[in-house]
């Protein structure tokens, strides 16, 4: 019996098992928010954290202002150069930004971004960091990677019309002239494709004419224009949209809707013989995943920094003094500021945060946080007692995507465990609050305004549809968010903030450099994924160690 099949047949018998038995209702649901202090973050916006004197002055060769994963890649580059005289300072209790994992009732599971898709060759940083790690590695001649790593299989499935069905493109029941657009859309991606350059980092890639044109129109208003009408397939093209950059079609701009497939796998209707999302090898690309998700990533960042990695601190002022520059930072466990100074900095802030950190911001700087729009997002992890009974279809899968809802289903923690007895496990929910066809409210104060319940109750009715037996299972459910998770790649986006990240000078080649500063955050190349962000702290770690040297 194949791994699949087994993981249906144990799942449904032990849900079976369950439903029959005359059990006492359970206890009620524990939980909370935790992962982020939103407190002291709204006390630096508020000004509440400055202070005119610092109580201790520090020094080191180089500041870097922000602990996610731009600012981890730049410590990395800084270390392989031979520097190690500098200090990572980060906001929160741990580095990793939108990356982190944790656990819930001991089992890990991840607090944002939950996979990385194995990278192509203009991702040569990120390749590097993976054979580091012993992720890659040359076999006879070829590039593999490790199979525990890879996702298992099943990858992903969609419940729809009642049913589970194998990967995320609506497949079940729909007629010949939904499955003539699937083929038209595959079509059109492969055009665009071979006539325009999409990478990923996208500081790779040269911003054309072309890539403006797409830039310049909403996603929904380019599906109009090429005849685009069919629910189904605008159903999953605002679904993947939401999923990666937190903001629907009709938010996000051409470029970024065509980007999402034309930079890594394509798109594949269904019987597309290169390998589709819904054929008889149904799942996307390799991808590489951990029970805490990309948290795994940035503890493996952060192991080697020991103490030049300071956590708690709410830096509240950059600025380029005579022969170097001054960074205040707040420390919350001393309740004390203090002031180091460098002879350089790299600012892995996002840009409305650096914007307001840095004195006398830079043109480049305040173009890019006059432009840049953030996403909310919630990440819910629901310990489980027990397994699920489950639907008819397709079989449980490390993703699970339920159609026409307002999250985005939900990822099991436990799916790349080696032992597949089904037993109790963490279910990680995303919920997307950027503007869509489904939230047109402010997000980020629904976001923190709602108590944790309401995110609660919206869950258990959510994942309630394909597991009614969930309610029963639930013990806890901890809750994180994120207030401006990713920037949205809005229309005009690209054409404000493009011809701008790159400077001229060798050394900085891909940096946002403006004197003493480098900039390196993933909202330099407007929207927050991975590659982006190490790839452009990495290329700013460099810059700086060049200068350096």
Same mark, same amino acid.
């Given at each position: 019996?194949?791994?699949?099949e087994?993981?249906?047949?144990a ?5 079976a098992?369950a439903l ?8 009620p ?15 630096m916006?508020?000004?509440?954290l ?10 080191t060769?180089v500041v ?19 520097i190690d005289?500098?200090?990572?300072l ?5 580095a990793g930004?939108n990356?982190r994992g944790?656990?819930?009732?001991? +089992? ?10 194995v ?23 070829r ?8 996702c ?7 419940f ?7 990967? /995320? ?5 729909v007629?010949?002239p ?7 859309f595959a079509?059109r991606?492969?055009?665009?494709q071979h ?6 980092p ?5 911003v054309t004419?072309e890539?403006?044109a797409?830039?310049? /129109? ?10 685009f009408?069919?629910?189904?397939l605008?159903?999953?093209l605002?679904?993947?949209?939401r ?14 809707g ?10 594949h209707a269904?019987?597309?013989?290169t ?16 029970p ?7 503890? %493996?960042?952060a192991?080697p920094?020991?103490?030049?990695l300071?956590t ?5 002022? +950059?600025a ?7 960074v ?12 180091? %100074? ?13 914007a307001r ?36 279809g ?15 289903g ?11 007895t ?10 997307p609050?950027?503007p ?8 980020r104060?629904?976001l923190l305004?709602?108590?944790w319940?309401?995110w609660?109750d919206?869950? /258990? ?7 009614p ?14 207030g401006?998770?990713m ?15 790159t400077?001229?000078d060798?050394?900085?080649r ?9 900039f390196?955050?993933?909202?330099w190349?407007?929207?927050s +994924?991975?590659e ?13 160690a060049g200068?350096?040297?």
């Amino acid at each position: 019996m194949q791994r699949r099949e087994f993981l249906g047949v144990a799942a449904g018998a032990a849900g079976a098992l369950a439903l029959a038995g005359c059990e006492s209702p359970p206890p009620p649901i524990e939980g909370g928010f935790t992962g982020i202090d939103v407190a002291r973050g709204h006390a630096m916006r508020d000004g509440a954290l400055k202070s005119s004197q610092p109580a201790t002055v520090k020094r080191t060769r180089v500041v870097i202002a922000g602990g996610g994963v731009a600012g981890l890649g730049a410590a990395r580059a800084l270390r392989l150069a031979g520097i190690d005289d500098f200090t990572l300072l980060e906001l929160e209790d741990a580095a990793g930004g939108n990356a982190r994992g944790g656990s819930v009732n001991g +089992i890990a599971c991840p607090l944002g971004a939950h996979y990385l898709p194995v990278p192509g060759d203009d991702a040569r940083e990120v390749q590097d960091l993976l054979e580091e790690l012993g992720l890659r590695r040359r076999v006879a001649g070829r590039w593999e990677y490790d199979e525990v790593t890879l996702c298992h299989s099943p990858q992903e499935r969609l419940f729809f019309r009642g049913e589970w069905q194998d990967g /995320l493109l609506p497949v079940h029941g729909v007629g010949e002239p939904t499955l003539a657009q699937y083929r038209q859309f595959a079509q059109r991606i492969d055009a665009l494709q071979h006539a325009a350059h999409f990478a990923i980092p996208t500081l790779k890639v040269a911003v054309t004419p072309e890539l403006l044109a797409l830039d310049a /129109l909403t996603f929904a208003g380019w599906l109009d224009s090429e005849g685009f009408s069919d629910a189904q397939l605008r159903w999953y093209l605002d679904y993947c949209c939401r999923d990666d950059y937190g903001a629907g079609i009709a938010q996000v701009s051409a470029w970024a809707g065509i980007h999402y497939f034309a930079s890594r796998h394509g798109f594949h209707a269904p019987g597309d013989p290169t390998g589709s999302v819904n054929d008889a090898s149904p799942e996307r690309d390799g991808i590489l995943t951990w029970p805490e998700g990309n948290g795994w990533l940035t503890k %493996q960042l952060a192991r080697p920094l020991g103490e030049r990695l300071r956590t708690g601190q709410v830096v509240t002022r +950059i600025a380029e003094v005579r022969g170097g520059v001054e960074v205040d930072a707040w420390d919350a466990a001393t309740k004390s500021l203090v002031r180091w %100074q460098a002879e350089r900095c790299i600012v892995a802030l996002p840009v409305f945060i650096a914007a307001r950190v840095v004195e006398n911001p830079p043109e480049v700087l305040k173009t890019a946080a006059a432009h840049v729009r953030y996403a909310p997002w919630l990440v819910a992890n629901v310990h489980l007692r027990g397994p699920l009974a489950d639907r008819a279809g397709a079989a449980p899968s490390w993703d699970n995507v339920i159609y026409g809802t307002r999250g985005l289903g939900y990822v099991d923690a436990r799916h790349q465990s080696l032992d597949p007895t089904p037993r109790g496990t963490v279910l990680s929910w995303y919920r997307p609050l950027g503007p869509s066809g489904y939230d047109t409210a402010d997000g980020r104060k629904l976001l923190l305004e709602r108590p944790w319940t309401g995110w609660r109750d919206e869950l /258990l009715a959510e994942l309630s549809v394909p597991h009614p037996d969930l309610p029963s299972l639930a013990t806890r459910i901890d809750i994180t968010r994120y207030g401006h998770a990713m920037s949205i790649p809005r229309p005009g986006l690209l054409a404000q903030i493009g011809p701008q990240r790159t400077a001229p000078d060798g050394a900085h080649r891909g940096s946002v450099v403006a004197g003493r500063l480098s900039f390196a955050h993933a909202d330099w190349s407007g929207y927050s +994924i991975f590659e982006e962000a190490f790839t452009r702290g990495h290329v700013a770690g460099t810059g700086v160690a060049g200068v350096a040297a």
